[in-house]
């Protein structure tokens, strides 16, 4: 599957959840979106975009916080998804987008890129909820349920690698939420919840 | 009030909603009291980096978090606390375990202080020091560490500190700790060593 088709997916079904993007979904979301509750977590620290994203998730409970991380952010900080279903986020969907490299640094393979199951790992933690989708069509027919149904909900996605470089937050950058540091995009969006 | 009803009572005062973290014998009975109060909700972690993440996002999402961990899970941190929680900026009140601090002190060595009025000499922290088994290097690290990281912090000597230490993270909006260095009766923590 690639990566744009279920982004574009994704995009369709939403309406007023949260986004929270990871490493090589940055950019493309950041083409796709200009809600004022998407927010990159780039420029911040490694592997820790699901935990920041769940802490939205608790303080916004009547709220649905969609982060969309990468497989190896996700494997920085697998304890999280031990932490997610403990704290019983309902509201939280956690979409892991594994195209079993580090794309922004060049594709380098992930650990154990083969036997991976971030489905797996997610039932074994505790979540009541964990898909995954190797078709766009598929992930697409399934968002009502997932965006909607009680979760914790794990999603993995089984794209392609591609070639998305690395990311920075300047203004050359074509995403608007890339143009804006990472603490003026912190302030936006406790700006635009707390609206 | 013993000091665990001092600080329990400050953070209610302070309006404190949410704790994140992960528990040692000291702050046990802390945050049992956040665990039962109705109006604070207490996140345990698997490690302690997700702590200042989860605690970034729910100050994001509007929230009054405080993380409370002990002073070897901050040497974990390091990425969490600068990546998200300093980078973003956030005015984190934090409670940590001043871990190994009275062998420390009884062995010799004092950790050169900057934030409070005491003005005895540091020395220097070489190899020997580092290698002692009769000194927890955690503790031997913990102030330089902090110092190192631009992370203001206090340590504990009355009820007044909380407040300071959550005056230093308003003032300066970023995160800032309070360190307890007292020791429960017979305390240990999980990895067996006592405080």
Known sequence: MKKLAALEALQRHRTDQVVVTSMSVVRPWGRLSTHPLDFASADSAMGHTADFALGIALAQPERRVICLNGDGSMLMTLGTLVTVASARAENFVLIVVNNGTYEITGNQQIPARERLDFVGLARASGFPRALAFEDAEAFDSALADILSEPGPTLVELRVDAEDEGPISRTSGEPAPYLQISLEASARLLREALAG | ?195
């Not at chain 2, 990425?79 to 900026?89: K, N, T």
């Open chain 2, 1 to 195: 009030m013993s000091q665990t009803d001092d600080i329990f009572e400050g953070l209610l005062r302070l309006g404190v909603t949410h704790g994140v973290g992960l528990p040692d014998s000291v702050t046990a009975p802390l945050i049992a009291r956040i665990d039962e109060h109705p109006a604070m909700t207490w996140t345990p972690v698997t490690r302690e980096g997700e702590a200042f993440s989860i605690a970034s996002g729910l100050w994001v999402g509007g929230k009054t978090p405080v993380v409370i961990v002990q002073n070897t899970g901050v040497l974990e941190s390091g990425d969490s606390l600068r990546g998200v929680a300093l980078r973003m900026g956030v005015p984190l009140l934090c409670i940590v375990t001043y871990r190994g601090r009275a062998k420390m002190l009884a062995a010799g060595w004092t950790p050169t202080p900057t934030t409070h009025s005491d003005t005895r000499p540091g020395q220097t922290l070489d190899r020997d020091w580092l290698l002692r088994p009769d000194v927890d290097s955690t503790a031997l690290l913990t102030e330089p560490t902090l110092q190192a990281w631009k992370v203001p912090y206090r340590i504990y000597e009355s009820p007044q500190d909380l407040d300071a230490t959550w005056d230093l993270a308003q003032n300066q909006v970023r995160p800032a700790i309070l360190l307890l260095p007292k020791a429960a009766p017979g305390a240990v923590s999980a990895n067996g060593s006592d405080q």
